[in-house]
């Protein structure tokens, strides 16, 4: 799928913005503050309903305006649509596909389908496990809403095992009803987060390899906080509760479940985030990034657009390189501060300054 056509009025720092990408690569070049990621931020705004840096979307209205809209055609495979996103200080959001408002933002789910890579994607590889525990939860619940629910359930009662473990009349038995309800919501979390990194996992491990030039090679694989649970999950949850309840009294937490989860990522056999490169960490959640535009592509057989905000900066040529022959069949939206690597290439280019957005022609050299 592609868009056709970009309408923003009075959103973020554009006053007006009319815009008709190519079906390729769309690069949008600026000096930083010049509004490059604003025009991202529209484009998920469209597919996801929200923005994905702010939860206020007031702070998406121009400055000193009431009212912000961005409206878009897109063409996919099914045929061509219209999104509107509608926002105003009083009344709030409004949204309309093919000119039919929508009830809910979850009804736009699935008539656009984006993926976004933005430089907090970084924290995927540099931080700690819960930000890998949180690229999975998002992609699952996108992709099972009923996952979520799970997730949700076991959230709930994992808080109210935790608060029985702080007062001090936790036992065998007061424990029990959460125990055996963690484990089941448990070995259900830990089971689907598995089937999903598998089916990532090859996929981002043939694109590090391709981007890399086939010199490093990446490798993925979900690590359960319980070792050596074979395959039933559920029961090895239930025996390291029991087992760790003494533990889990003296701390007032539960030590073990799908909350202690982590992603393994080595590369060439070694913890990306300890050993890795800045270039080297980059290629990495990149690739795990746009394995998932492949799982999209695979699942609904059209290829999603892809935001890619300010990627290349500690790329090598080389990488830069390889990314975009990787994705010449999908239509991508670029922005950088400077051209580097990309000269020469089949693709749009747009400066961008202070709010306004000027074509300056393809194949830019
Ligand atoms: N509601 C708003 N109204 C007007 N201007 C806004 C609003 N929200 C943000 N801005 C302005 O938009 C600019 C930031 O735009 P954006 O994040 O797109 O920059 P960028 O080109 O991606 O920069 P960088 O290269 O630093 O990432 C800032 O100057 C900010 O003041
Ligand atoms: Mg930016």
Redesign the pocket.
């Known amino acids: 799928m592609y868009l056709e056509s970009v309408r923003l009025l009075e959103f973020?720092?554009y006053e007006r913005l009319t815009l008709a990408p190519s079906p390729k690569l769309n690069v949008l070049i600026?000096?930083?503050?010049?509004?490059?990621?604003?025009?991202l931020?529209a484009l998920f705004l469209c597919a996801l309903g929200r923005s994905h840096r702010t939860r206020h979307d007031g702070?998406?209205?121009?400055?000193g305006k009431n009212n912000a809209s961005v409206s878009l055609e897109l063409k996919k495979r099914s045929g061509s649509h219209s999104i509107c996103c509608r926002l105003d200080s009083e009344l709030g959001k409004e949204l309309k596909a093919d000119g039919k408002p929508l009830s809910r933002s979850g009804e736009l789910l699935g008539l656009l389908h984006v993926v976004m890579f933005s430089p907090e994607d970084l924290k995927l590889i540099k931080q700690g496990p819960s930000e890998r525990r949180r690229y999975i939860d998002m992609g699952l619940s996108q992709l099972k809403p009923s996952y979520y629910y799970c997730l949700q359930q076991y959230n709930q009662g994992l808080r109210q095992r935790n608060a029985l473990l702080k007062t001090g009349r936790a036992h065998k038995d007061t424990l029990a009803p959460w125990d055996e309800q963690l484990s089941r919501l448990g070995g259900r979390i830990s089971c689907l987060r598995q089937e999903f990194i598998k089916a990532h996992s090859k996929e981002a491990e043939k694109l590090h390899k391709s981007l890399s030039g086939g010199r490093e090679t990446l490798y993925v694989k979900y690590l359960p906080s319980i070792k050596e649970h074979g395959a039933d999950y559920e029961a090895a949850l239930k025996e390291a509760f029991a087992l760790n309840l003494e533990r889990d009294k003296a701390i007032g937490s539960t030590s073990a479940g799908p909350h202690r989860d982590d992603v393994l990522l080595e590369l060439d056999g070694r913890d990306v985030r300890a050993f890795g490169s800045q270039g080297q960490q980059r290629t990495a959640a990149l690739s795990l990034k746009l394995s998932e535009l492949a799982l999209i592509k695979s699942l609904t057989k059209d290829t999603p657009v892809l935001l890619l905000?300010?990627v290349l900066s500690e790329l090598d040529c080389f990488r830069q390189q390889q990314l975009i022959e990787l994705l010449k069949d999908t239509q991508v939206f670029l922005?950088a501060?400077e051209l580097f690597g990309l000269r020469g290439l089949d693709m749009a280019v747009y400066k961008?300054k202070d709010?306004v957005l000027s074509p300056c022609g393809s194949n830019q050299a």
């Open positions: 973020r720092n600026g000096e930083n503050a010049a509004g490059k990621t604003n025009v931020e702070e998406l209205i121009r400055y905000d300010d922005t501060t961008v709010g």
